[in-house]
C-alpha cells in the first residue's frame, strides 16, 4: 500500500522534509542557546544586588601602557558585578552620550573618567540628564562638578561594540555609543576595558542624574521561539505523514471523475446526456 513512498516523487518530498525539519530543529536549539545565555544574565543580575561589593582591580584588569592605553575588556562572568573604586572625577573630560531614553524621555548619558591612585581611570555612567530646552541634541545643564575624593560602587558594563566618532562640543566630549576604544584616544591617562554603571557614591551623587534602570534580559521571547521551531519541525513530519496515508487510503477527486467517465460514455454512445433510462421507448 505504501509502496508509492519509494517512487522517485516521493523520495524528493521525504528528503526536503527531512532537511527542513531538521533546520528547524537546529533553530530551535540555537534559541534555546540564546535563552540560557539571557537567563544566567539575569541570574548575575540579581545575584549581584545581594553581594558585597569587590574591589575593582579583583574583577578588571588594569590597563598597561601611556595615555590612551586601554585595558582587556571583562570576562563575560564578571559583567554586572558590583564593584568599588576610589578616586576623583575628572570634571574636564565629562562624555555626554545622546540618544538615550530613560522613562519614555529622550536625553543624555553622563559618562565621567574617575581617576584612581595610580593615574589610571575608569569610566563611570553616573545617570541621565535630560536635554536643555531646544531640542533631544541640546547640551544639558550638567550639576555642580563635584570636587575631591569619591567612592563609587557600581556594576561592571562591557563596552558597546559598534564605535561612534567622538566630538568635542563645548568642552565636553559627545559620542553616541559608550565604545571605550575609541573614548580612551581622547583621555589622557589609560582607561580601564570595562565601565561602571553607578549604583552608590560616597559623598551621595547630585539627584539631577537619574539612576539608569537594571534592564533584564527578555529569556522567555527566547524560550517561546524554542516551542515554535520544534513545533514547526514536528508539524512538517506529521503533515508529511498525513498526506502520505491520504494518498495510500484515499481516491484523489480528479482520478475518480476520470475513471467513471468510460462507463458514463459507454452507456451513452451518442452523446445525449441521456442515461438509459431517459433512451427507453415509452410503453
Known sequence: MYRFLLTPRWLGILALTLAAAAVMVQ??????????????????????????????????????????????????????????????????????????????????????????????????????????????????????????????????????????????RDGRLETRRIAIPELGRELPYPVYGGYLLLDEQDPPADPAFVAIPLRHENDWQNFGYVIQWWLFAAMALVGFGWVARREAHGTPVGKAARAAAPADRAADPAGSGLGPADRRSPG
Open 27 to 168: 533553530l530551535g536549539n540555537w534559541q534555546l542557546h540564546r535563552y540560557q545565555e539571557r537567563s544566567a544574565v539575569n541570574a548575575r543580575i540579581d545575584a549581584a544586588g545581594d553581594r558585597a561589593p569587590t574591589p575593582l582591580r579583583e574583577v578588571l584588569a588594569a590597563p598597561v601602557g601611556a595615555a590612551d592605553a586601554v585595558g582587556e575588556p571583562p570576562p563575560a562572568d564578571a559583567v554586572w558585578t558590583r564593584v568599588t573604586a576610589t578616586g576623583r572625577y575628572d570634571e574636564s573630560n565629562v562624555i555626554l552620550v545622546r540618544g538615550r531614553t530613560v522613562n519614555n524621555r529622550v536625553g543624555f548619558e553622563v559618562v565621567t573618567p574617575l581617576v584612581l591612585a595610580d593615574g589610571s581611570a575608569v569610566l563611570v555612567d553616573r545617570g541621565w540628564v535630560p536635554p536643555a530646552a531646544g531640542g533631544a541634541l541640546a547640551h544639558p545643564e550638567l550639576p555642580a562638578p563635584t570636587s575631591g575624593e569619591v567612592t563609587v560602587v557600581g556594576r561592571v558594563r562591557l563596552g558597546e561594540s559598534r564605535a561612534q566618532e567622538v566630538t568635542r
